[in-house]
Antibody
């Protein structure tokens, strides 16, 4: 069974760093893109970027370039999303998703990680 | 960069009604378009891929059509469990979502 399991909810202060994770199982982790999606409270879905764990090819949406870092450790089938200095505006639900190579269709999703940034 | 315009942003329909949502791309994206359903508090769910292919296990009342710049998503007979927000998503070099359509029961 394909599963993506994300790390738990986080409460952070502005300026702090954070790294959240997404562990894949039940499939070949290196053969599919993993993407990260932000959903701010009451708002729509936004793709942040994608990574191909097989060769670490990483692509960022223009709005998120330089704001976050996406990485993966294929030895433990885990993708990461990290911030070096959080802002209150980073408060959101973050989802990881597996993307099919041909269509970039996100066919499996993690359960989401809620990040709250507040002083 | 390709832009996606999804409409309407919300709609209200009766159980059994036919519901249609459109998505327009700012340039030709062939059939590189997917549709998702998101219920409150849940992760999105893939319904349609490559514009018109029904994902395994998805009820046949859901369908998609179109190619190039204009795409349509249809629920042939709205059911109470279809209350959700629906998103189109194109993929070029990077995936991109439309703004979403919130579907409610009248």
């Amino acid at each position: 069974e394909v599963q993506l399991v994300q790390s738990g909810a986080e409460v952070k202060k502005p300026g702090e760093s954070l790294k959240i994770s997404c562990k894949g199982s039940g499939y070949s982790f290196t053969s599919y893109w993993i993407g990260w999606v932000r959903q701010m409270p009451g708002k729509g879905l936004e793709w942040m970027g994608i990574i191909y764990p097989g060769d670490s090819d990483t692509r960022y949406s223009p709005s998120f370039q330089g704001q976050v870092t996406i990485s993966a450790d294929k030895s433990i089938s885990t993708a990461y999303l990290q911030w070096s200095s959080l802002k209150a505006s980073d408060t959101a639900m973050y989802y990881c998703a597996r993307l099919r190579a041909e269509s970039y269709a996100a066919d499996y999703w993690g359960q989401g990680t809620l990040v709250t940034v507040s002083s | 960069d390709i832009q996606m315009t999804q409409s309407p942003s919300s709609l209200s329909a009766s159980v059994g009604d036919r519901v249609t949502i459109t998505c327009q791309a700012s340039q030709d994206i062939s059939n590189y378009l997917n549709w998702y359903q998101q219920k409150p508090g849940k992760a999105p769910k893939l319904l349609i891929y490559d514009a018109s292919n029904l994902e395994t296990g998805v009820p046949s009342r859901f369908s998609g059509s179109g190619s190039g710049t204009d795409f349509t998503f249809t629920i042939s007979s709205l059911q109470p469990e279809d209350i959700a927000t629906y998103y189109c998503q194109q993929y070029d070099n990077l995936p991109l979502f439309g703004g979403g359509t919130k579907v409610e029961i009248k």
